[in-house]
């Protein structure tokens, strides 16, 4: 009896420490506890009985996304329009995705499809990159299918590949180097961060970024590029890269993260004013 007991309480113990751990790599269980998930081996069990969402935007879907998965953008007011529609071409299960463990689009989407009375629906949390490692024959990068796993781009490599603020505003007056405003005509507003030395080609003009990238290969120069935020640049990299690109920098945190280097370097300059005290006559 008390090896039985003993039995029980160690099994106790290993789900509890499971269970935590699984919270701890998937914070979007606890804040989405009523949003039923999907595990890889699961997905790929159920993946000719079931439809799978990209709940990501167009541009990331593009860039890398689940063989034969719809494409609907949580974030559109359409959404639910969208997702009543597919519901009524399909009685299949719908499972949505997006980036990974950290995540949260995937159960924003599942959540808003069950909220708009959708039923039958899960949300694949482990994300993309999860999945080509572990099925790259049912995932499509920059156009290829089956994936090669060596093409992934980690976070860690990503990471290198970023300068700060300031190490990116030195770099752009440097003759060797080619700085593209890859932002949206929107998110630019007629006006880029350094206007004498870039070129600006937004990431869906595919025809004008490749003019000048084709410019910096051939002229052996190094490309610096930035948007909005730091977060486009992920997926550009990948274009980059299929371009044969392969001296190129991003600024760490885009265009907001220059924003915001100029106005500490605009206090610092107010503050070193005010302690010059002024000279006794």
Not at 50 to 55: F, I, K, L, N, W
Not at 172 to 181: A, E, F, N
């Amino acid at each position: 009896m008390k090896k039985i007991y003993t039995a029980l309480m160690a099994l106790v113990i290993t789900a509890s420490v499971s269970a935590v751990r699984a919270d701890d790599e998937f914070p979007g269980r606890k804040l989405y506890p009523d949003v039923p998930v999907m595990s890889t081996g699961e997905l790929k069990q159920k993946f000719k009985s079931v439809v799978v969402v990209d709940a990501r935007t167009k541009y990331e879907f593009d860039t890398i996304h689940v063989k034969g998965a719809e494409n609907i953008l949580v974030s559109k007011n359409s959404f639910a329009d969208e997702v009543k529609s597919l519901r009524e071409r399909t009685p299949k299960p719908l499972v949505f995705y997006c980036n990974g463990h950290t995540c949260m689009k995937s159960y924003k989407a599942a959540r808003r499809a069950m909220s708009a009375g959708v039923k039958d629906v899960y949300a694949y949390d482990a994300g993309i990159f999860e999945w080509a490692r572990n099925n790259p024959n049912l995932a499509v990068l920059v156009g290829q299918s089956p994936v090669r796993v060596s093409d992934l781009i980690s976070k860690k490599d990503f990471k290198k590949r970023l300068l700060s603020a300031d190490e990116f505003q030195k770099r752009v007056t440097r003759s060797d180097v080619m700085v593209l405003d890859v932002r949206s005509r929107l998110q630019r507003a007629g006006a880029g961060l350094f206007p004498f030395d870039e070129k600006f080609a937004s990431l869906d003009d595919k025809e004008k970024l490749d003019r000048y990238l084709n410019q910096a290969k051939r002229e052996g120069k190094t490309v610096l590029a930035y948007d909005a935020v730091g977060k486009q640049v992920r997926w550009f990299e990948y274009y980059l890269r299929k371009k044969g690109i392969t001296n190129y920098y991003f600024m760490k945190d885009g265009a907001d993260g220059y924003v915001e280097l100029l106005a500490k370097q605009q206090n610092s300059s107010i503050v070193a004013k005010e302690d010059v005290k002024p000279a006794k006559k």
